[in-house]
């Protein structure tokens, strides 16, 4: 794995750190409130912190791409939507400044994935010591997604649970908002075209990402997937004509058995979907928009994320 090693330097060479705090973000404590932040980062003499609080007018990507010159590192605090603007913000000002991540939104996917999902202190800890590792993120047309890119059954749970319920409720609230659309689950034909094979497929479920986790739904291992090879993951779930096979696909998900027939997980850098009909797509848990033709390819070693010593 790519690894960076930056030089921590004491007294007038301090790293200049945009933080930037999404104060709505996951369940809302005192741990969300600035002067928390703010003391826990000032006990790290080498950080000079500087906070950027999110709202509805300005996003994480419009902070990052207005005065990312003045700094030589991010912390994002917040939820996977969070780092995907703060990553996106990189991307259209091609910068590469390495990124902390204190995660405290619903899922947090990313830092299960990046072994990040720590106490406060401890992500701060490992911030501080600064091994920052570049791995892959995807590109969705012209957008950019840090861990997945999702159609189909449980997808929309994350865009359509409102965050009040998401506060209150936490991760249960996903299970919840899923119970209430298991009736509705549909069938979604799509055309499948990677380098020059093309699939007609019908699916319930479909995603390409870089990622251990997804949303509790799939679970993969160290052999199944890799986090900086050039290639993201795409997996389906093919639509269950009866309920046998519904019955079947649920057992191979809970046992993660990823060889079953109705389940398909192939590496690819680049793959087209198109549908005849908007497909409602999720990247990395946020709205990403109806559509009817949807490119998407890896950027290889793109995103500098610090994490824990290997």
């Known amino acids: 794995m790519p690894v960076i090693f930056i030089?921590?330097?004491?007294?007038?060479?301090?790293?200049?750190?945009?933080?930037?705090?999404?104060?709505?973000?996951?369940?809302?404590?005192?741990?969300?409130?600035?002067?928390?932040?703010?003391?826990?980062?000032?006990?790290?003499?080498?950080?000079?912190?500087?906070?950027?609080?999110?709202?509805?007018?300005?996003?994480?990507?419009?902070?990052?791409?207005?005065?990312?010159?003045?700094?030589?590192?991010?912390?994002?605090?917040?939820?996977?939507?969070?780092?995907?603007?703060?990553?996106?913000?990189?991307?259209?000002?091609?910068?590469?400044?390495?990124?902390?991540?204190?995660?405290?939104?619903?899922?947090?996917?990313?830092?299960?994935?990046?072994?990040?999902?720590?106490?406060?202190?401890?992500?701060?800890?490992?911030?501080?010591?600064?091994?920052?590792?570049?791995?892959?993120?995807?590109?969705?047309?012209?957008?950019?997604?840090?861990?997945?890119?999702?159609?189909?059954?449980?997808?929309?749970?994350?865009?359509?649970?409102?965050?009040?319920?998401?506060?209150?409720?936490?991760?249960y609230a996903y299970i919840l908002t899923s119970f209430s659309h298991l009736h509705t689950l549909k069938n979604y034909a799509i055309t499948i075209e990677i380098n020059n094979e093309i699939m007609h497929e019908e699916v319930i479920f479909f995603a390409v990402a870089n990622a251990r986790s997804i949303g509790g739904l799939l679970n993969f291992t160290f052999d199944q997937v890799s986090l900086d090879d050039g290639y993201l993951d795409m997996v389906y779930i093919r639509y269950p004509h009866n309920p046998k096979d519904l019955v079947e696909t649920l057992r191979a998900l809970r046992k993660r058995d990823y060889n079953h027939p109705s389940i398909v997980l192939k590496h690819v850098d680049k793959v087209k979907i198109t549908s005849q009909t908007p497909l409602l797509w999720s990247v990395d848990g946020e709205d990403g928009g109806d559509n009817y033709e949807v490119e998407i390819s890896t950027l290889k070693n793109k995103l500098p994320i610090i994490k824990p010593k290997q």
Request: hydrophobic fraction near 40%; charge should be neutral.
């Open 7 to 171: 030089m921590i330097v004491v007294g007038e060479n301090m790293l200049q750190t945009m933080v930037i705090l999404n104060p709505n973000a996951g369940r809302l404590t005192k741990k969300n409130r600035l002067a928390y932040y703010y003391q826990l980062i000032s006990e790290y003499e080498h950080i000079e912190p500087h906070f950027f609080l999110t709202s509805e007018k300005t996003n994480a990507e419009e902070i990052v791409k207005k005065y990312h010159e003045d700094f030589d590192m991010i912390i994002a605090i917040g939820g996977d939507g969070t780092l995907n603007r703060v990553i996106t913000g990189m991307m259209k000002t091609n910068i590469q400044l390495p990124i902390g991540y204190i995660p405290t939104g619903t899922t947090n996917d990313f830092a299960r994935t990046h072994n990040i999902l720590v106490s406060q202190k401890n992500a701060l800890s490992i911030i501080n010591q600064h091994e920052v590792s570049l791995v892959d993120i995807g590109q969705f047309n012209d957008q950019y997604f840090s861990y997945v890119a999702a159609f189909g059954a449980y997808t929309s749970v994350a865009i359509k649970t409102s965050q009040k319920l998401k506060n209150m409720l936490g991760y």
